[in-house]
């Protein structure tokens, strides 16, 4: 394909064919990755540095007419003493470990089974694989009409295993039951989603190792610990931050599940920040509340990451 | 095939696939309650104790695409006959229709800022993965790091400075705000998605095209794009997917116009009270799209949802 | 037919007479419920006689304070005339939001008197109690209560309500008596189904349990402030009646309500009602029409009663709302209009028979209203006794306290009833000294 331009570029010595072929690699890198650069820096960084500077203010937007004043550390100062904060931590933590701790279990225990390769495992895959397809709104929404004890289905599966009465327990109402029904229907959603990541982890294991192992005569269980476990350990790590990041940033199935209660029993952080931002606008308190949930998310994610590569590297 | 010390007894393949068909079965029970709850009449949905069996209904469909009053027997009596089989349904109930519902609106909504960040989103996250892919870009791992973490921060945490800023631009409750919101929290999966991608594609294919003569651009485009088709096609579905499903920026920053169908369905109520079937229907309409790529998409599940960590 | 010729007639008068005014795109926002159908309706008459043209946008009821205020302190223009909630008449007042309607009212002869005065002082009025207008009463509403009267009528309960109490089973008298009601019927097998006592306000994440635990909380002595001295709270919200009051509710919670019912408002009540879980049912009074509808639980099969007496008087939340017109509207002309036309006796008397619940006395007084509907009595015995929430402008915030003070006592269980309006006290007061008020 000879057009006129790729004849004189020939024709011509380096620098100047350089330039009629077009901008240099240099130029062309810059044009393709500035508008990504520009619009994460205005959706996000800008944003970011927005909510620094309003966590020093008392500024509401539903008082439009007051005057803005600077309070210093005074935000910061309010939400480390107050004991609220804690507790939706908790109720967090709580939420973040055992959906970690379910979805890891059920999740590797599909995988390792999903990999024995049996006839059609393709199609079953796929089938559990469709609840993270859902919105978590809709999926919240609709588990709420799943626990009423009297109209949902869930009551009455239990009730239809363990003989007891559908009406005898509240999975949202009652105190005890609360952070577990918003753990079952999470662990429901996201589980596929683990087991996915360990299945790529199972398969990336070559046969040969296998195969060295029967040479030496390791039982099957000992195959097991010493190398199923190590070699699927990074993919393990990943799903679990995955699932940690996702998790720390729950809002949209919860809220839609239980408002936050009974109580705050489940009023996990997203949750409270969303009422203090924006149902009692207090923005500049909230900024600050905001800019918490930053260090920690950053904080936490930049250690484990650290710990997966050491695993990586070994 | 050879004997494989690797490869499971039947006894063990049959354990598993028996193991495996009973969770599938019990994880699909919600969501084809989901579905049945759609072709349930309203009280059948709110049956105590919940039928199981029930004489199927489209009353749920009607009223998700219509609004209704509803009307004393004189009155009824007054209006002209019904002309369509869903103004008999609606009337059978004692209600007629004033209208459609909101619901069309949501939908198209969705699509609108669903696939508008989508091809914005491909457009940039190619060409900015294509830059760190293939040129010295300074900072790169910064960058790359930076990029990453925009997706770590809780939305409600980032809302609050994008409400304020999007008031000041006039961009709440627009489609153009949600379509670059959307792309921006978006650009940091087709990056790091794409560059894998890219990475596959040898270089040499490219080196071959500019001593043949074309320019970087005419190479990028006639080269490796072409390349790289399934990659950003399987990018975008991923793109589209959290678009599509996407709550807690929609509930705060859209209202009126914008809205996408996720903040609305929940919200759905019927005449007299919450109306489970409509809900339900608009949940399974909401749902096919992501089924249908869902099952498409199979191969490249996991490297979307992963981040491209983890390569198949 | 006839009622709406001849108000369509009288608008047409009404409006040949003023100004022509140029055809305007007018959007009226309310919440997205049964009354907002029917409005709809009832102003295609208004349409076809002013030329203008009629928008509506309904929110949700879960979502419907958070998006409109928004809306309203953003400056927005989505809404012309706003039919907004009664507790924001306070904010909507201060922050110029709506536009103050004294001199249109005077100028069209529209008279408060004409309207029942609860709904005046609440969703008119700010500040309270004086004459400054910021709306006119649209949607009558009040908390009250719908109960199986099939169910209390079987001569088998009669019979053994009558061994276990020793009084006949009828609509209680005083909050006592409800509970035993709701008790008695708890975990009744009724039809070979087991049924429950009654479905109340439990709703965490809006206002749900608040505009239901008020319903005990006036009738025990509870008071928002001290009534000489407003925003002294101390003794009032946390007095001993109070505290009774509050520990009532969650003895009903405890002993009469149905099993998961934690987290229900209006929807999730009428649901169980309406799916025979209940005997009795908390709501509000727009649920009515469509009870005696309902082809399960209509048609005479229920009654309904005002919130019963407690020891310190008989008194039941108010809801409803008044029409505004939004301040940053430019169709404010036309937009003073519709509430002109509103204004109107014989559209006021079409609004109730289409299931709107005026709030004017020439409709409700009339003779032979009482028993246009099997609910009209209960309805005016109810408007008589009511009593909100605060309508101060930082209402938000002291009924997001006070969901979450009460949920946690109510639902959760923690701590005493004292601990709960003690620690409101402290949030409310916080919020007040917050405001400047204190």
């Known amino acids: 394909m000879a057009n006129p331009v790729t004849a004189a570029a020939k024709a011509t010595p380096e620098p100047v064919a350089q330039k009629i072929r077009g901008l240099s690699d240099r130029t062309i890198a810059w044009i393709f990755v500035a508008p990504t650069i520009f619009l994460l820096l205005a959706v996000n960084i800008f944003p970011l540095i927005w909510t620094i500077r309003l966590s020093f203010t008392n500024y509401r937007v539903n008082r439009p007419n007051n005057d803005v004043e600077w309070v210093g550390l005074r935000n910061y100062e309010r939400i480390l003493n107050d004991p609220d904060i804690w507790s939706t931590m908790q109720a967090t933590a709580h939420f973040l470990i055992w959906t970690i701790v379910l979805q890891v279990l059920i999740g590797f225990t599909l995988a390792y089974l999903i990999n024995k390769k049996f006839k059609g495992n393709d199609l079953w895959t796929t089938i559990i694989v469709f609840p993270m397809m859902l919105s978590p709104a809709v999926v919240g929404n609709f588990w709420t009409f799943l626990y009423q004890p009297q109209i949902g289905l869930f009551n009455y599966v239990v009730a239809f295993f363990t003989g007891a009465d559908p009406s005898s327990f509240s999975m949202i109402g009652d105190v005890n039951l609360a952070p577990w029904a918003i753990v079952i229907a999470d662990t429901w959603m996201w589980t596929p989603f683990v087991m996915l990541i360990c299945l790529a982890g199972l398969r990336s294991i070559p046969d040969s190792i296998y195969e060295a192992a029967e040479c030496d005569r390791a039982s099957k269980w000992r195959q097991f610990w010493t190398i199923t476990i190590p070699m699927a350990l990074p993919f393990l790590m990943l799903a679990v931050l995955f699932r940690g990041i996702e998790n720390f940033k729950m809002f949209d199935l919860v809220v839609q599940l239980t408002g936050g209660g009974p109580g705050n029993i489940t009023t996990l952080t997203s949750i409270d920040l969303k009422r203090e931002a924006f149902e009692k606008w207090r923005t500049g308190y909230s900024s600050a509340y905001a800019v918490i949930l930053f260090v920690t998310v950053f904080g936490l994610a930049a250690i484990y990451v650290k710990a997966l590569n050491k695993v990586k590297e070994r | 095939m050879s004997f494989s010390v690797t490869e499971p007894t039947n006894r063990t393949k049959w354990f598993a696939g028996i193991a495996v068909v009973l969770y599938a079965v019990i994880t699909i029970i919600p969501l084809l309650w989901i579905i049945a709850t759609g072709f349930k009449s309203p009280e059948d949905a709110i049956a105590y104790p919940p039928k199981v069996v029930f004489e199927p209904s489209v009353e749920g469909y009607v009223n998700l695409f219509t609004s209704r ?11 002209p006959p019904a002309e369509t089989w869903y103004e008999e349904l609606v009337r059978e109930k004692g209600q007629t229709i004033s209208g459609p519902s909101r619901y069309g609106e949501r939908f198209l909504n969705s699509v609108i800022i669903g696939f508008g960040s989508t091809i914005l989103c491909m457009v940039l996250g190619t060409a900015a993965a294509y830059a760190f892919s293939r040129f010295r870009v300074p900072l790169k791992d910064d960058l790359l790091f930076f990029i990453l973490s925009t997706r770590m921060m809780p939305p409600i945490a980032v809302a609050i400075p994008i409400f304020l800023m999007f008031r000041n631009l006039g961009l709440n409750d627009t489609h153009l705000g949600m379509i670059l919101l959307y792309t921006a929290v978006n650009l940091s999966l087709s990056v790091w998605l794409l560059k894998g991608f890219i990475d596959e594609i040898p270089v040499e294919y490219e080196e071959a095209a500019l001593i043949d003569g074309y320019t970087r651009f005419q190479a990028f485009y006639k080269v490796v794009l072409p390349q790289a088709a399934t990659g950003i096609a399987s990018t975008a579905i991923f793109c589209l997917i959290f678009a599509w499903n996407e709550y807690a920026f929609a509930v705060l920053l859209t209202s009126g116009t914008a809205q996408t169908a996720p903040p609305f369905i929940p919200t759905i ?16 309409i909401f749902l096919v799209p992501v089924m249908v790529f869902t099952i498409l998409l199979r191969k490249h599940l996991l490297r979307g949802i992963t981040f491209g960590a983890v390569r198949k | 037919m006839k009622t709406k010729l001849t108000c369509s007639a009288a608008a047409a008068a009404l409006l040949a007479t003023g100004s022509v005014a140029q055809a305007a795109d007018l959007t009226l926002c309310w919440a997205a419920w049964d009354p907002a159908n029917a409005l709809v309706e009832l102003s295609k008459d208004f349409e076809a006689q002013s030329g203008h043209n009629m928008n509506f946008e309904f929110v949700p009821w879960p979502n419907f304070a958070d998006r409109m205020l928004n809306e309203l302190n953003s400056g927005g223009q989505l809404c012309d005339l706003m039919i907004g909630d009664s507790q924001w008449i306070g904010g909507s007042a201060e922050n110029g939001h709506y536009v103050k309607m004294n001199d249109f009212f005077d100028a069209n002869g529209i008279d408060m008197g004409d309207f029942l005065p609860a709904t005046v002082t609440g969703y008119a009025e700010w500040p309270k109690n004086t004459p400054n207008y910021w709306a006119l009463p649209a949607y009558a509403d009040v908390v009250g209560w719908t109960y199986r009267k099939d169910w209390f009528e079987r001569p088998e309960i009669q019979a053994e309500f009558k061994e276990k109490y020793g009084r006949d089973l009828g609509v209680p008298a005083t909050l006592g008596e409800l509970k035993d009601i709701a008790e008695f019927f708890q975990g009744r097998e009724i039809d070979g189904k087991t049924v429950y006592g009654a479905a109340i306000y439990t709703e965490r994440g809006s206002e749900g349990i608040t505009m239901g635990v008020t319903n005990a909380l006036y009738g025990y002595g509870f008071e928002f402030n001290n009534p000489e001295n407003p925003y002294e709270m101390e003794g009032f919200v946390n007095s001993a009646e109070a505290v009774a009051g509050l520990e009532f509710y969650k003895a009903l919670y405890d002993v009469g309500t149905p099993p998961g019912s934690s987290n229900w408002y209006m929807g999730e009540n009428i649901d169980a009602y309406k799916s025979g879980q209940v005997a009795l049912q908390m709501n509000f009074a727009f649920i009515w029409p469509g009870v005696e509808a309902d082809p399960n639980v209509g048609g005479g099969k229920s009654g309904y009663f005002a919130n019963p007496a407690g020891p310190a ?40 028979d289409m299931g709107g619940a005026s709030a004017m006395r020439a409709v409700v007084e009339a003779p032979g209203f009482a028993d246009s509907q099997p609910y009209a009595q209960t309805f005016l015995d109810s408007m008589a006794i009511v009593k909100d929430f605060w309508a101060e402008p930082a209402f938000a915030e002291l009924l997001l306290s006070m969901q979450e003070r009460i949920h946690n006592y109510v639902i959760a269980g923690d701590g005493t009833a004292q601990e709960a309006l003690d620690g409101l006290v402290k949030d409310w007061t916080e919020t007040f000294e917050d405001e400047g008020k204190l």
């Open chain 2, 69 to 79: 009053t509803r009307v004393n027997e004189d009155a009824m009596a007054e209006l």
């Open chain 2, 269 to 284: 109520i019927g005449v007299g009270g919450k109306d489970w079937p409509a809900v339900a229907a608009g949940a399974t």
């Open chain 3, 313 to 352: 008087g008989q008194f039941a939340q108010l809801g409803g709302q008044g029409i505004s017109v939004v301040s940053y509207s430019e169709n404010q002309d036309a937009a003073l209009e519709y509430i002109k036309w509103f204004a109107q006796p014989e559209i006021q008397q079409r609004w109730w």
